[in-house]
């Protein structure tokens, strides 16, 4: 089994805020939940951009960069307690995490997922609680780039995907065929 | 002008445990590093600062400071660093309502915790043990 690592955030001075996000979340238990992995996801998203990555390392034998490994998920899911987790996924991430001595590559670092929780941790309960509301208004898709510009991005990929088969014998491309052409 | 990172570093010197030294003398050899790993062969500590989280304000214009501490022990002994990294445990977490440095009181610390148990690194590339503990420190200044 792989070293993982996962970072938990505790907050403080919040009794009050608890207390009604405890009545919401007994209320709007399905909406809380989405509403906690969408900020968790924030979460992971800056984590990924501070996230170090091993521009020297192709990983030619099919291993995933660290920041590649990156994922969200709920923890824990009970009528008192929501509790969800990013967690990155590689036996040296710890090290990568941990070891403030090395040296990175702006804006990448050590930290890397500490740090963007730490930040989030002081405004969560308010995002969370304007996150709900995004959800019960139906805005629970976020988009990161327009229509138009997913399109022209994925037709881009499939061309080029379909010029590296070009004029090559695929009986012998296995499982991983697209991958390692 | 200090920070509170030395206060820290001096407060572990102090330490009745022999936790190591920051300030030597003559005839000392240092042992606590802040920010910089030494090249020597033997043990050591490192402190490093990191961001924690933002601070707030009260209504007088104090500020509640809260970095975060990583320690870094990196260690010759046959436990690779393991009872130095809980002695540096033992005096730091739920260090409560203390003024550092003890001879100016340029900060009020209302709490140092730990935010976890000592973390195995494993062997550095001359075989010493490496231990990692991160620390949660809120102070404000006094000065």
């Known amino acids: ?181 | 002008m200090a920070t509170w990172l030395e206060d820290i570093a001096q407060y572990l010197e102090d330490s009745t445990t022999s936790i190591g030294i920051y300030s030597p003398t003559t005839t000392e050899t240092r042992t606590i590093y802040l920010n910089n790993m030494p090249s020597t062969a033997d043990s050591f500590i490192v402190l490093y600062p990191y961001a924690g989280m933002a601070p707030d304000w009260s209504h007088d214009n104090d500020s509640f400071r809260r970095p975060r501490l990583n320690v870094l022990v990196v260690s010759t002994a046959a436990d690779g660093g393991h009872q130095k990294s809980i002695d540096i445990r033992k005096r730091l977490d739920h260090v409560h309502e203390t003024a550092l440095p003890s001879s100016t009181a340029a900060r009020h610390y209302l709490l140092i915790e730990g935010l976890g148990e000592p973390e195995y690194l494993g062997k550095d590339a001359t075989g010493r043990g490496q231990f990692v503990t991160n620390y949660q420190i809120k102070y404000i200044s006094m000065t």
């Open chain 1, 1 to 181: 089994m792989t070293a993982s690592k996962a970072i938990s955030v505790k907050l403080e001075g919040t009794a009050t805020a608890r207390a009604n996000l405890r009545v919401i979340a007994e209320k709007l238990p399905r909406q809380t939940r989405q509403a906690m992995v969408e900020q968790t996801d924030d979460v992971r998203i800056e984590s990924q951009e501070e996230c170090p990555y091993d521009y020297n390392n192709p990983h030619n034998d099919g291993s995933p960069h660290l920041r590649d490994t990156a994922k969200t998920g709920i923890d824990e899911d009970t009528d008192e307690y929501i509790s969800t987790y990013v967690s990155y996924d590689t036996p040296y991430a710890v090290y990568q995490h941990e070891i403030l001595e090395y040296n990175h590559l702006f804006p990448t670092k050590a930290k890397f997922l500490e740090d963007p929780a730490n930040r989030h941790a002081r405004t969560w309960i308010p995002d969370l609680l304007r996150k709900v509301q995004g959800v019960l208004e139906n805005q629970t898709f976020i988009k990161l780039s327009a229509d138009t510009e997913i399109a022209r991005d994925y037709n881009a990929w499939q061309g080029a995907h379909y010029s590296a088969l070009a004029g090559k014998d695929t009986s012998l491309i296995g499982h991983l065929g697209g991958r390692f052409i």
